[in-house]
């Protein structure tokens, strides 16, 4: 009889077991209630996970040695960090390692993690901008999120935020909107993502035939949207330029329009159509819902963890596409 240890249980031992994706089994494992899976599926993988004793591991709880790590050293903060962090431990957990964080990439701190064994490392980026990957990280097995450093050798994961641009575009287009399509938001050189939206929108719209017809170049806060749209209300630019649609560059942005769009008199979406990027809660707390992108951000940790893992990842950026959340802010024009 053999009284060697029994090998440890994987979330992919369950997933195989219960007839379903890794990544199924670990939406239903981590309790998300956000994807479209059955009762039906959710018992299989719920049984298949009592049946192989299979235990995740408990926040805090200390790692074992033999337990591969990874390091995420992340200089992010808030939702979309969280759900990028979610999807590297997702992926991780799918792969039998464990996910160790710092959030901070200086000496001491990667210094720490290689003491604890790890050798491999993703970083999240605060904001899709380009910057240079932490000097601490260079030289190790390394894959980015969020930022795609030119000089680095490493791969990066992004969002398509110039498909999600060329999206929006279609989304107006779609709905009648061929005239008095404005931007709201500035995109500065460095802001890599407002870049790539622009530019996919201002694509989207030309292979539309169409050309957007101004943009209110403010910041992104709701405080400086709703400012700058109540001056140009103020200046007569509702009657002179007709304005039939507004794309904000995010849904802080877009909150702002709200505001100044009420403020005014008028009405989303039977005066104006009002489209974003980002899909915060925002999106959904604003009445009428807003239509707006929903960033990869639970993707890309899982991507970025799958390259880190994977033999021969090719160091390129790997971009991965936005989906719309249609809601009520987008109606046909209304002249």
Not at 10 to 17: G, K, M, N, Y
């Amino acid at each position: 009889m053999s009284t060697g240890k029994r090998a440890r249980v994987t979330l992919r031992d369950v997933a195989e077991r219960a007839g379903v994706s890794p990544t199924t089994a670990s939406f239903v494992l981590s309790g998300r209630r956000d994807m479209r899976i059955s009762a039906a599926t959710e018992e299989r993988v719920f049984q298949a996970a009592r049946t192989l004793d299979y235990r995740r591991l408990a926040p805090g709880a200390a790692v074992p040695a033999t337990t591969p790590a990874i390091g995420v050293v992340c200089d992010a903060a808030g939702h979309f960090a969280g759900e990028m962090l979610r999807g590297c431990v997702a992926a991780a957990t799918d792969h039998g390692h464990v996910v160790l964080t710092s959030h901070h990439a200086g000496l001491n701190e990667v210094a720490a993690l290689l003491a604890r064994g790890v050798r491999k490392f993703v970083h999240v980026g605060a904001a899709t901008v380009t910057y240079a990957v932490p000097g601490a990280l260079r030289g190790h097995r390394l894959v980015t999120m969020n930022n795609a450093d030119p000089a680095s050798r490493a791969p990066a994961v992004i969002p398509d935020d110039a498909q999600a641009g060329r999206a929006v575009a279609r989304a107006l287009t779609s709905a009648g909107h061929t005239t008095g399509i404005w931007l709201v938001g500035q995109a500065l050189p460095r802001a890599a993502a407002a870049v790539r939206r622009l530019s996919g929108i201002r694509t989207g719209l030309r292979s539309a035939g169409l050309r957007p017809a101004g943009h209110v170049r403010c910041g992104w806060f709701p405080d400086e949207t709703r400012k700058a749209l109540a001056e140009l209300f103020d200046a007569g630019w509702w009657e002179r330029a007709c304005p039939t649609a507004l794309i904000a560059m995010d849904d802080r942005a877009a909150m702002g329009v709200y505001q100044a769009v009420g403020a005014a008199g008028l009405s989303i979406p039977r005066d104006v159509s009002v489209i974003s990027f980002d899909d915060s809660g925002l999106a959904r707390w604003l009445h009428p819902g807003l239509s707006s992108m929903d960033l990869p951000w639970f993707g890309l940790g899982r991507r970025a963890v799958e390259l880190l893992l994977a033999e021969g990842a090719q160091a390129r950026v790997h971009r991965l596409p936005a989906e719309l959340r249609t809601r009520e802010s987008v109606g046909p024009p209304s002249r």
